[in-house]
């Protein structure tokens, strides 16, 4: 099986994974709610879950270090799945119904739009009513809410037969518009795209899959954003 097929195949089930009728999010990594101060909620995909990496090793470090640093914050409560694009997740968050009370949320969504080839414009206006959703959950803060941009998988092994050019270009796109949306919305924006673009010469990013990020990936996205969460949370 050639690395072209490997590709269509991992994402056609990832596709597929993503259109159950009903949604819902990971609990995983739900705290119990009354053993921390401060709360968060991370909204998003693949990404955000942290697919093919240990749970230790997945996104959720940010609170780890937040704690590390005196910030009594719980681990993440998190709603994403792999091949989510912005419309499944923002109706996986409705299915969800939570209480708009979080400390802290951070949003991280579009390269499934990117990769089905869906319009600038649909993820423009999607990912404009994400924002909207996770003020609200965010207490109706803006500032309480950080948006992550979206790592480049045309780096990957993945897409050693792809136009990775043209990869790389929608989504400089699409991440142009998250954040001209989140600075429109009062929203911090954290770039993390470049570091994804460094797999190449940097292997230890990588997850086993060849395709997502390791642990080591996350620690150093989560050392981007903890200056903000900090700020946020102080």
């Not at 309480?144 to 989504?171: H, K, Y």
């Not at 009062?186 to 997850?207: C, D, H």
């Not at 390791?214 to 903890?226: D, H, N, V």
Request: net charge negative; proline share 5%; with cysteine.
């Amino acid at each position: 099986m050639n690395r072209l097929l490997l590709i269509i195949l991992f994402f056609a089930t990832a596709f597929v994974s993503c259109k159950d009728d009903s949604p819902s999010p990971d609990t995983s990594q739900q705290p119990t709610g009354s053993e921390h101060k401060y709360t968060y909620l991370a909204l998003g995909d693949s990404y955000t879950i942290g697919e093919s990496v240990p749970a230790a090793d997945q996104w959720g470090q940010l609170a780890g270090l937040l704690r590390a640093d005196g910030v009594d914050v719980a681990n993440p409560v998190t709603i994403a799945r792999t091949g989510w694009t912005t419309s499944e997740l923002a109706s996986a968050v409705a299915t969800a119904k939570l209480q708009p009370d979080f400390d802290i949320v951070s949003l991280l969504i579009g390269v499934n739009n990117q990769y089905r080839g869906q319009s600038i414009s649909t993820y423009r206006e999607e990912f404009k009513a994400l924002l909207q959703t996770s003020v609200r959950l965010a207490k109706g803060r803006p500032g309480n809410v950080l948006v992550l941009s979206i790592p480049d998988w045309g780096a990957t092994p993945f897409a050693a037969n792809q136009n990775r050019a043209r990869i790389s270009e929608e989504i400089d796109a699409f991440n142009a518009v998250a954040k001209e949306e989140a600075q429109l919305a009062g929203v911090t924006f954290i770039n993390i795209t470049p570091l994804t673009r460094e797999v190449s010469i940097k292997q230890e990013y990588l997850a086993n899959d060849g395709l997502h990020y390791s642990g080591k990936m996350y620690k150093e996205w989560a050392q981007l954003a903890l200056p903000e969460a900090k700020e946020i949370l102080k």
